[in-house]
C-alpha cells in the first residue's frame, strides 16, 4: 500500500491517490464505481483556480455568477452513493439537482455507452455549467466511456419517462 504525503484536504492528491485513499477507508470496493472515478476527471469539475481541491474528500463550494452556490460533494458521498445504487451497464439514471455534473458523469460511466443518463438542474448558472462540463468531459474522454444519451436539462419531463435509478443531492 501506498504512503501518502497527509491526510486528504492538506495536500495535493491525484485521482489515483484519492480511490486509494477512499478504498482503504470502506468507502469504494466496486469495481466500476472505481474505474468510473479513475476515468472521469474530477478537477474537470472545478473552476481552475480550484484545481488544486478536486482530489480532496472534501466538498467544493463555489459561488456562481448570479449569486446562487454550486456544491460539489466529497467524493466519499459520490463513491458511497453510486455503490449503494449499484449501476449496472445499459440502466437509466436521473441526477436530480446535478450542479456541475460530476456525479452524472461518473454514473454515466458506469452506465457505459448502451445506457441513459440525464442531470437536472433548475438554476440556469448551474445549467450552463453542467452542460459545458459535460461538454469537455466528452472531449476528454474515449467514447466507450460517454454514455449516447447523457443530457443536461431544466425539465423533469424531459427526462423521467426512462428512468431506473435516481440521486437527489
Do not use: W
Amino acid at each position: 500500500m501506498a504512503v501518502f504525503a497527509g491526510p486528504i484536504g492538506k495536500t495535493e492528491h491525484t485521482a489515483e491517490e484519492l480511490v486509494s485513499i477512499l478504498k482503504a477507508k470502506g468507502h469504494l470496493s466496486n469495481p466500476r464505481a472505481e474505474a468510473a472515478m479513475l476515468v472521469v476527471p474530477r478537477d474537470l469539475f472545478v473552476p481552475r483556480d480550484r484545481h488544486r481541491e478536486a482530489f480532496r474528500d472534501q466538498k467544493v463550494t463555489v459561488r456562481m455568477p448570479d449569486g446562487s452556490t454550486l456544491i460539489m460533494p466529497n467524493p466519499s458521498f459520490v463513491a458511497m452513493a453510486v455503490e449503494r445504487l449499484d449501476l449496472q451497464p445499459g440502466a437509466s439514471f436521473l441526477d436530480v439537482g446535478c450542479g456541475s455534473a460530476y456525479v452524472t458523469a461518473v454514473a454515466a460511466c458506469m452506465i457505459g455507452p448502451s445506457g441513459v443518463v440525464h442531470g437536472i438542474e433548475c438554476l440556469s448558472s448551474r445549467l450552463e455549467t453542467a452542460r459545458g462540463n459535460l461538454r469537455m468531459l466528452r472531449q476528454r474522454l474515449p467514447p466507450e466511456h460517454v454514455v449516447k444519451s447523457l443530457a443536461v436539462a431544466e425539465s423533469v419531463q424531459a427526462a423521467i419517462s426512462s428512468v431506473q435509478l435516481s440521486l437527489t443531492n
